[in-house]
């Protein structure tokens, strides 16, 4: 079963190319994590979970609902984190969480995808971002191939820096920078409530015909990415950057 997590949809683009050639299941985990629904999942097949990548780790909250949820079946797990450059470290707190969870760690893969996390970097514009994810796809592939053959997927040498990163950059990284304090609407707004809609941690609520975010953001970027105006901003640090949506 390929379960994925996905803000503007690079990781759900992957998962659903893992889907097509392996021919198991989807599941879209947006509503399990925004409802808190941590009901018992069965797979025949191993677990293969796609999701982005944040301060290289696994999302929190994807690594909240996974400690949550029970799960049936098939015991093997496999990770595929999409990713604007690095993963630093993560498989090593994986496979200690799939430990917890009694899964039989099968590994986590690296694809390199547009980068999407405008509250810090730019995002590419759309014929960019199609050369990018072309470029990814032997990576998929590679990966694909391996989920096949009921394999382990290789290991990668991890640095110095990448190991740093996933542990004590990811500590400070959430606490100092992941709010929603500085999001905020322009004129441009037409109050269409889609970003309340998106947002897998409930923290937008329409108040008079404008969001007004609370302060339990995940930072992925549903919101600002997917406002069909433009309409908001994160502080100065969006302003004048493209909005990325998997444009394929």
Same mark, same amino acid.
């Given at each position: ?121 730019? &995002? !590419?514009?759309? $014929? /960019?971002? %199609?050369?990018?994810?072309? @470029?990814?796809?032997? +990576?998929?592939?590679?990966? =694909? ?5 009921? &394999? !382990?997927?290789? $290991? /990668?040498? %991890?640095?110095?820096?990448? @190991?740093?990163?996933? +542990?004590?950059?990811?500590? =400070? ?76």
């Amino acid at each position: 079963m390929i379960l994925y997590f996905s803000g503007t949809g690079n990781s759900e683009f992957v998962a659903k190319r893992i889907a097509g050639e392996t021919g198991d299941e989807m599941m879209n985990l947006f509503e399990k994590i925004r409802t808190g629904d941590y009901s018992r999942i069965k797979s025949r097949t191993p677990f293969v979970f796609v999701v982005p990548t944040y301060a290289w780790q696994i999302p929190h909250i994807v690594r909240d609902w996974i400690s949550h949820t029970k799960f049936g079946g098939n015991r093997k797990a496999y990770f595929v984190m999409t990713c604007g450059d690095s993963i630093g470290n993560a498989g090593e707190y994986i496979e200690k969480l799939c430990v917890k969870k009694g899964f039989h760690y099968m590994g986590c893969a690296k694809v390199v995808m547009p980068e999407n996390y405008i509250a810090m970097f730019n &995002a !590419p514009e759309k $014929e /960019k971002a %199609i050369k990018i994810i072309e @470029k990814a796809l032997p +990576s998929v592939d590679a990966v =694909i191939e391996v989920i096949k053959k009921d &394999a !382990p997927i290789p $290991e /990668k040498k %991890i640095t110095a820096v990448g @190991k740093l990163s996933t +542990s004590l950059v990811n500590r =400070i990284f959430y606490p100092v920078f992941v709010h929603a304090k500085k999001f905020y609407t322009t004129d441009a707004c037409v109050g269409c409530g889609k970003c309340e809609k998106v947002c897998p941690m409930n923290n937008i609520e329409m108040v008079d015909g404008r969001p007004v975010w609370e302060d339990h953001c995940t930072h992925c970027m549903a919101c600002i990415c997917g406002c069909p105006e433009a309409a908001i901003e994160y502080g100065k640090k969006s302003k004048g950057k493209p909005r990325y949506q998997c444009p394929m």
